[in-house]
């Protein structure tokens, strides 16, 4: 066993290798794919330059702020909803209702919740046949292995989102929640309704500027009276930047 | 007419219902259909059970009768073995019904020397598959014409075969009253509705008609003119000339492939290889009539003579190398279980492995190879692709290691999903999916919905599910969490379910830091199968901490646990 799967590693490192070797990238996916877009759900949209998911291209997910993994899940939603097979590798908490409420085709999510230390070949083998793989890696990601599944996604012409407070890699592209807020709970009365998440993106280059959108999740703060005519509570959190500049997208 | 001379036989166990449920004859049984008895055995005839007697007259015409409902699936199967031995010796037999077969003659009867011999032949055949006490109870005909032989075989004592000669029938069917046609055992050879028949008899009897001889003497054109179709049959058939040839049984094919291993294979490696070729012999021969497997089982014989077998499930078609993965799965699985020696020099097997000397591969299910085209075609070249991405996974993590999710019924969001690996079949274990629609509580109260005139078949309403945002993390193992009142004393939930002092402070496992609550709901008792050991008593709070985020919690045997996080 240890044989088969040393050999899957050592071809992995070969082609990997060869394909991260020339320098820039072309598009070799575009012979192979027809598009070169993902659909980005909609209220995302507004973030990305060209209101959808490049392909080849790496995204994080900064997992430090609470609404991550929404946000992670918004994200694929978008490709999910539109006939994408998406793969989460690393996250053996991804709550599924939760991710079928964001949007996403749960027959069309393939799961290894726990690859062990055997992650990289997992997620690049993935790579090889998903349109968008989530990686939650532990937290001791070695740069060397960040680069190469970069290249692979690059090379498959598929997304990798990233899920982690410190990538070692270098995303194309990187997302952050700013804030957020809570809509359904009072004291002691209701339940979670819904939340409202502040979305930031930070490119690479002249996209470093900061783009920030409004990610609501169920019912927003803004809908009205709750359930039963009564006024859901808000609880706005601190530290909040509300309409930070930026073309806001809902 | 050609058919007239085709020598046929038939065989029939009487009673077989009463026989297939496995109770000897002399037991007092009788086996009832819709509320009456199709069959009894020797000991309740004896006590006075008569076929066609309802249910009640039997059990008081005989206390001890032990009443059993018909089951025609597992007569068929207890019928089985006595046809499969029969053809050993004798191609094509036809089952007529469970308990009843017929052959055709001919070429057996030659073989044998004679259909006495057949006879007797197929007679011990069948007591051989039959249970001891039951031995003797199949009776045997041989005549011109299936219809015929059947008669004969009811008119012949057991042990004893009748062989009516060639040419002979029309007199030995002469003597029988023409209520011999309605014979209910041979109903599938007379091929006349039961009712058509029983009446034309009654109205033979009524016009002095008592004897098939009688029958047989009126001439043909005033039987059809007078009795249509149907009587025109039967009076072929009492002249002993018509019957229907007999049409034998196709034997089901046999894919499997299989190959012996000598010198037995040291390892396992070397079985995998041989499965490899195997798996393409498989799916070839398969494809070849445009065929593939959804189940497979997987068969190795070692040296000491044991058999290790077991099957696969696919939810889709298996395709060569899927069929090889499962075999290579399968022996490493065996020899890592000591059930087979040698993986690749590490472990040499227990006391109980032996080295392979035969491996087999077994279609147990197939079907059409129909693609299912999406309504996209990229939808199926995508899903080709992720699939052989996922079967490389699964070389590499095992077959467990890549799973899907199944929304299902479920009270906790934990027991909401169930993960199948990829490969089985995505069927939920519980009715009622979750609703996942994003602003869909509209429909429920803070408090979740009760179940109260609900329509009978639509899927259980589940009550007790929270409505509202669905946590996207969920935690396998629930995390300790402390939830303190504002004087940091821990707060509980009553036997009655209230809550006890207001949360004011939230510490997230061991080390964690301790935060305000800014906001919670709740609590919301829980309470799964009472009725079992399996019980479970919860009361569930929503609480959102002070960095925003906001945790699903529980408290169960006095402990608070953090089950979900809106994360």
Partial sequence: MNGYAGRVARDLVATVGAAGAPGGWAPPGRALVPERLLPVAGQLAGLFAEHGL??????????????????????????????????????????????????????????????????????????????????????????????????????????????????????????????????????????????????????????????????VVGQGPDRGPGVGGRRPGLVVLGGTSPRAGGPGGD | MATSRARALFAFCPDWPVLATGRPPSEEVAVVQANRVVAASPAARVAG?????????????????????????????????????????????????????????????????????????VAGLVEAALPEAWRGCCRVGVADGLFTAGLAARSARPGGPLVVPGGGSAGFLAPMPVGALCTEDLQAVVGARPAELAELVSLLGRL????????????????????????ARAHRLAAGLASRPVTGREPPPDWSVDAELSPPAENVQSVVFVARVLAEQLHDRLAGSGLVCTRLAVVAGTEQGGTLRRSWRHDGALSASAIAERARWQLEGWALANQLSGVEG????????????????????????????????????????????????????????????????GRDYLDQVRLVPWGEPREPLRPGGPVTGPSEPATGAPRPARATGRAKD?????????????????????????????????????????????????VVGHRGR??????????????????????????????????????????????????????
């Fill in chain 1, 54 to 215: 490049r392909r080849g291209s790496t995204v994080v997910v900064d997992r430090a702020a609470p609404g991550a993994m929404s946000l992670a899940l918004a994200l694929l939603s978008g490709p999910s909803a539109a006939g994408s097979w998406c793969a989460a590798v690393g996250a053996p908490d991804l709550g599924l209702v939760g991710a079928a409420q964001l949007g996403l085709d749960i027959a069309r999510l393939a799961l290894a919740p726990s690859p062990g230390p055997r992650w990289p070949v997992v997620a690049a083998a993935f790579l090889e046949g998903f349109d968008v793989v989530l990686l939650v890696p532990p937290g001791d990601a070695r740069p060397a292995d960040a680069r190469r599944l970069e290249a692979r996604a690059r090379q498959a012409g598929s997304v990798l989102a990233v899920l982690s407070p410190a990538w070692p890699g270098v995303a194309d592209v990187r997302l952050s929640v700013d804030g957020g807020s809570w809509t359904g709970l009072e004291d002691g009365a209701g339940y979670l309704a819904g939340r409202e998440l502040q979305v930031a993106l930070t490119g690479r280059g002249a996209a470093s500027r900061p783009r920030r959108a409004r990610l």
């Fill in chain 2, 49 to 121: 059970v008569v076929v066609g007697m309802r249910r009640r007259e039997a059990q008081s015409a005989c206390p001890g009768l032990a009443v059993v409902a018909r089951a025609p699936a597992l007569e068929a199967r207890a019928w089985e073995p006595a046809v499969a031995a029969v053809e050993e010796v004798a191609p094509g037999p036809e089952v007529l019904a469970p308990g009843q077969l017929a052959l055709g003659t001919r070429g057996p009867s030659r073989y044998f020397g004679g259909d006495a011999a057949l006879a007797a032949r």
């Fill in chain 2, 208 to 231: 002095g008609v008592r004897t098939m001889g009688d029958f047989a003497a009126l001439p043909a054109p005033v039987v059809l003119a007078r009795f249509g179709a149907t009587g």
């Fill in chain 2, 346 to 409: 590490e472990g040499t097997g227990g006391p109980g492995a032996g080295r392979v000397t035969r491996l087999a591969l077994v279609p147990e299910e197939v079907r059409p190879d129909g693609h299912q085209l999406g309504l996209w075609g990229a939808d199926a070249g995508a899903r080709d692709r992720a699939a052989r991405a996922m079967a490389r996974v699964q070389a590499v993590l095992g077959p467990a290691g890549v799973v899907t999710g199944v929304l299902q019924g």
């Fill in chain 2, 458 to 506: 639509g899927p259980p309403p589940w009550p007790g599910r929270l409505p509202g945002l669905a946590p996207c993390v969920v935690h396998p193992v629930p995390v300790p969490v402390q939830l303190l009142g504002s004087q940091g004393e821990p707060v509980t939930v009553s036997s009655r379910g209230l809550l006890g002092p207001v949360p004011a402070y939230l």
């Fill in chain 2, 514 to 567: 301790r935060q305000a609550v800014t906001a919670w709901a709740g609590p919301w008792p829980l309470e799964e199968r009472w009725w079992a050991h399996q019980a479970r008593r919860r009361a569930r709070v929503q609480v959102v901490a002070e960095d925003g985020r906001a945790y699903l919690l529980a408290r169960e045997h006095q402990e608070w646990w953090a089950e979900a996080s809106y994360d």
